[in-house]
Every structure is written in C-alpha cells, then in structure tokens.
C-alpha cells in the first residue's frame, strides 16, 4: 500500500526510528548482574594456560582467577561458577571434597577477598576429578552408579560450603542428586545454602571445547545414559519438577542456544529463577566465525545473550559475562 494509507495504518517502524527510540521500546533487557563468568582453575600452575578451542579462556592459577574475580566483581556481574582441574585423580574424585582440593581452596581465597560481593557458585561434580572421566563413580562393568555416586555428591556438597560457596551446583544428572545434597548440606548446618540444579542438561556436542578445559573427557562410552537426550522435550519439564520436589532453589538448562525452547517451557512451568548455560562450543562457534570475518562479533554475542533472556532465563552463565557487563552497563 502507497501514500492512499489510512490515518490508522500500523507502522512499527515509527517505534525503530533511532537507537535511543529502540532502547526506550525493548521487551528484553541486559544487564551486568544478568551474567555468571564459568572459569578454570587448575592445581599447580602459576600462570594461566591458554585453551586452545576457546580464545581468550584460560585454566587460572589461584592468583590469576584472583584477579580474573576482582575484574568480574567491579564489572558488576551477578556471580562466578567455579570448575577445577586437580593434579591427580582416581577412580571417586577424591580430590573434589578434598579440604585442600583445588576449587575448595579457590573458594575459600575467594570469599576471603570478595566476601559477599560476587555470589560463589560451586559446580558439583565428579568428572574432572575422576581418572576416568565420569560423572560419578563407576561399577566394574563400566556403568555409572547412581546411588553411590550420591553418598559422592553429598560430600562435596559439604567440602564446598565449609570452603564458602555461597551456592552449589549439582550438574551429574544423577537420579535423585538434589535430594541427596540436601540432605547431606542441612545435616552439616547448610541449611541457608541453596541448591542451583542442573536440571534440564542435555548430552550435547557442543561440549567439546569444555572437555579440553575441564580436562574431563569420558575415557570410555559417553554421558548419554545419565544426561539428556536432545530430542526430548517434555522429559526436561519432568526432570525440573523432581529437582525442585527434592529441594532444588534454581534450576537451569544446560546448553542455551540450541534449547532455547526448553528455556522458555522451563520459565514458563516454575515460579523459582531459571538459568541456562551458553556452552563451550556456542562460545567457540561465533569466536571462530568472528575471528574469519564471517560476523560482526560484538552485535553476534548481544544477540545470543538476548536470545536465551528472551526465551525466559534470568540469568545466563556465559564466557564473555564481563565483556558484555562492560557493553550492556
């Protein structure tokens, strides 16, 4: 339709017409405390190790995650999720609820340093701790065991809060996980730590980055008996709803992008805050593009964070939290 356009044509262009009308109108919003920074830290460094499949992620040092911590508090993001990669391993992650484990000694320096200025988050699980790569402890068989592997997980729980995690986060996808790190926090006088359950994660390819992070790749077999399959949509409504019967505070979905379906069913079935993880191989993948000339790489990321906002996640833990806090401020 030309210039004979009634009075009461539609035009939404009206409400794009410059970036301060666009900033007035938008439906969803970034900001600095919407981010949680995942970052590595590795036993018997001194100087952070680049990662090769991640450009500009490192495994820290106690000292280098120091300082990485203090840029992300002044950043003003909303927390950090610790991962550790210990000098030795066995066959039950001995070294994840160790007293002087690796990330239990991050988090005791870093609540020290920090207080209660960046919320400390604590990923509790066994597959960078164990020699052979699994999420939990297993059988002669070769076959994870779910319900030993909770004793585990309840252990840990406990580790990392008397080391000072403000929260926990059980990503094993153990059947019954939640209620077996609740029981085990309250039992030790946690009862004020709450629990950030992984609970929609899936078996993915685009983990593949973290592995050689986390130096946690499975020996054998693969993680698809206890994680998610892709296809299934209405069995990540179930897992949140068994999560938060046995005591989940939060839940996530673990990866973003490529769920952002699952997000949004997510976001719209609880009344608890939901998170959702921005991977390893969805940082890689636009880091890759970018570095090619194939995209504009600044307005890629905005545009990813938005998205998993936009389908419902309140906060999202994503490599490039600080870089965009300083975008989005």
């Known amino acids: 339709m030309t210039g004979g356009a009634s009075p009461g044509f539609a035009r939404g262009r009206r409400l794009r017409s410059t970036p301060a009308m666009r900033r007035l109108t938008a439906q969803t919003r970034l900001a600095p405390a919407d981010f949680v920074l995942p ?48 000098a030795e391993k066995d066959a039950v992650g001995s070294q994840a609820d160790a007293a002087d484990g690796i990330v239990n000694e991050a988090l005791r320096r870093l609540r020290s340093d ?15 701790y164990t020699d052979h790569g699994h999420c939990g402890v297993v059988t002669p068989a070769g076959v994870v065991d779910n319900d030993p592997t909770l004793d585990r997980y309840a252990a840990v729980a406990i580790a990392q809060a008397q080391a000072g995690a403000h929260l926990v986060a059980p990503s094993g996808m153990m059947d019954g996980q ?11 006088a946690f009862t004020e730590v709450p629990i950030l359950a ?25 993680r698809s008996t ?4 892709p296809p299934n949509a209405a069995e990540a409504l179930r897992e949140v709803a068994q999560d938060l019967a046995e005591g989940a505070d939060a839940v996530m979905v673990k990866p973003a992008l490529p769920y952002l379906d699952i997000v949004r069913q997510v976001a719209d079935a609880v009344d ?20 090619r000339g194939m995209l504009d790489r600044r307005r890629a990321i905005l545009e990813t964070l938005t ?23």
């Open 39 to 86: 970052v590595f830290v590795k036993q018997d460094i001194t100087e952070p190790v680049p990662i090769s499949s991640m450009p500009g992620v490192v495994q820290h040092s106690l000292d280098s995650l120091r300082k990485a911590a203090h840029e992300a508090a002044e950043a003003g993001i909303g927390g950090l999720m610790l991962f550790g990669i210990p």
């Open 178 to 188: 939640v209620a077996a790190i609740r029981a085990g926090l309250d039992s030790a």
């Open 226 to 229: 206890y994680q998610m399959d």
């Open 114 to 128: 920090l207080g209660d200025e960046l919320v400390l988050m604590a990923d509790l699980c066994l597959c960078e």
């Open 307 to 329: 998205a998993i906002r936009r389908a419902g996640a309140g906060t999202v833990l994503t490599y490039w939290a600080v870089e965009a806090a300083g975008w989005v401020r």
């Open 198 to 222: 992984y609970a929609a994660k899936y078996a993915s390819g685009f983990y593949g980055p973290f592995r050689e992070a986390a130096e946690g790749a499975p020996q054998f077999g693969d």
């Open 272 to 291: 608890v805050p939901v998170s959702a993880y921005q991977v390893s191989g969805e940082y890689a993948m636009v880091e890759a593009a970018a570095e």
